[in-house]
């Protein structure tokens, strides 16, 4: 009997991973508007691979918002499944100090994407490159768009994973939501999550701290915490501290507030030994500098959010230690941003990933509004949401 046939849209991450559960047992075809499959997946693994995170089962369940929605994929192809999947397509995986979990030393990301992508061949996936996805015919047919033509797809299973609307140089620029809105599927416009700060730093203080990092901080947003570390840029903040408290910024900026953070640059000192350092004292930001343990960079941090005339007074100086408020000023554009939030609206969407307005076409991957921080946890969900697609 002929195999039915799937055609998915979109060579991501996700794309990818669908393409790789299904090959055994339909005819897989990938439709992909850039001329090569998987860039994001390569810019991912610029800066350390994370490809997954050693969290697993309820714990990892935790990591992402629509918690609810996107549970019982992950529950049933958590982190220890994706490094078996990893394991089985010949790439070997290390559980680095942080618990972001990478491949082996000594494997580039190319070979990694080179491995699912021979995998894939191998088992007979056709992929199509230079062909854009640009609607749906009045039977819900897709039709891409080639050398300037119109093709109409048929299959019998379609699955989107168009990503979201960041790297846009990698082709997910989020531009399709219109052909989705067209056929009565709900979205929400995107927003920039997993991205920087901007701050307004005064002239003197970028010039002689940008660059700098915070180490061992712990940072807060509405008694939401993050411990570990920032950066210190021209225009703000970036780093693994503060990627996990965007969803909380963007949720004050939505209701017109200004959001603060709140840095703890002590966090394992109580309020208290620390005020015992200074008291007795000499007011001097020298000295109270070395009694406290602290540097330049912090200093500098302190004084420029803090009232100048009772800065050195130490009550207010351990405060200002324990829990600086700094001003946001707005988000990074959504253009540099790690992820975005928005999408495809997951009340559209099935428990197994198909549109309730037709559940012959399914969606998955960063196209569905759903967030995670960084640390493996986005590949993660592309990859538990590929697996949690049910076709009979
Ligand atoms: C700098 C950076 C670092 C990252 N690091 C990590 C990390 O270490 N760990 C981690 O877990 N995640 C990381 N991520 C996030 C991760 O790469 C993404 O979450 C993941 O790639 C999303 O997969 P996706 O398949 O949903 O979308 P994508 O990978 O973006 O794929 C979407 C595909 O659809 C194609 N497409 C779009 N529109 C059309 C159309 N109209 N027709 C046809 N094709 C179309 C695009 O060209 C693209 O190939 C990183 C992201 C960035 C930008």
């Known amino acids: 009997?002929?195999?039915?046939?799937?055609?998915?849209?979109?060579?991501?991450?996700?794309?990818?991973?669908?393409?790789?559960?299904?090959?055994?047992?339909?005819?897989?075809?990938i439709y992909e508007k850039g001329k090569t499959i998987g860039r994001k997946f390569l810019v991912a693994g610029n800066g350390g691979f994370n490809l997954?995170?050693?969290?697993?089962?309820?714990?990892?369940?935790?990591?992402?918002?629509?918690?609810?929605?996107?549970?019982?994929?992950?529950?049933?192809?958590?982190s220890s499944k994706m490094r078996i999947w990893l394991s089985n397509l010949g790439i070997p995986t290390f559980i680095g100090t942080s618990g972001r979990?990478?491949?082996?030393?000594?494997?580039?990301?190319?070979?990694?994407l080179k491995s699912i992508r021979d995998r894939l061949i191998e088992k007979g996936v056709i992929i199509f490159t230079h062909h854009k996805f640009i609607g749906f015919d009045e039977k819900c047919n897709c039709i891409v768009e080639h050398n300037n033509s119109e093709i109409t797809l048929s299959a019998d299973y379609f699955i989107f994973s168009l990503g979201g609307a960041s790297w846009s140089k990698t082709g997910s620029d989020g531009t399709w939501t219109t052909t989705f809105e067209k056929i009565g599927v709900k979205t929400i416009p995107f927003q920039a999550s997993n991205c920087g700060l901007n701050i307004e730093w005064s002239d003197h203080f970028k010039i002689h701290h940008a660059g700098k990092h915070l180490k061992n901080i712990k940072i807060s947003i509405d008694r939401f915490e993050i411990k570990g570390e920032a950066t210190i840029t021209d225009y703000g903040l970036e780093g693994n501290a503060i990627y996990p408290l965007i969803?909380?910024?963007?949720?004050?900026?939505?209701?017109?507030?200004?959001?603060?953070i709140s840095i703890d640059f002590k966090p394992l000192n109580p309020r208290e030994q620390l005020l015992d350092k200074i008291k007795n004292k000499a007011q001097r930001t020298k000295t109270?500098?070395?009694?406290?343990?602290?540097?330049?960079t912090q200093i500098?941090?302190?004084?420029?959010?803090?009232?100048?005339?009772?800065f050195l007074e130490p009550s207010v100086f351990i405060t200002n230690v324990k829990q600086l408020q700094i001003p946001i000023h707005s988000l990074r554009p959504m253009e540099e941003a790690i992820s975005t939030v928005g999408g495809i609206d997951i009340n559209e969407v099935n428990a197994n990933f198909s549109l309730?307005?037709?559940?012959?076409?399914?969606?998955?991957?960063e196209m569905l509004d759903w967030d995670a921080p960084t640390g493996g946890f986005l590949l993660q969900g592309c990859f538990s949401m590929a697996h949690a697609i049910e076709i009979k």
């Open 1 to 29: 009997m002929a195999k039915k046939k799937i055609i998915i849209i979109g060579g991501g991450a996700a794309g990818m991973m669908a393409a790789e559960r299904f090959c055994n047992d339909f005819e897989i075809a």
């Open 247 to 260: 969803w909380k910024v963007r949720e004050s900026f939505s209701k017109g507030d200004t959001p603060k």
């Open 356 to 365: 309730k307005k037709n559940p012959s076409i399914f969606v998955i991957g």
């Open 300 to 310: 500098a941090l302190i004084k420029s959010f803090s009232d100048k005339k009772y």
């Open 52 to 78: 997954t995170n050693k969290v697993e089962k309820e714990d990892l369940t935790q990591y992402y918002r629509s918690h609810n929605f996107l549970k019982k994929a992950i529950l049933d192809n958590d």
């Open 101 to 112: 979990i990478f491949p082996e030393k000594g494997i580039k990301p190319v070979q990694v």
């Open 288 to 296: 109270f500098a070395l009694s406290l343990n602290l540097n330049s």
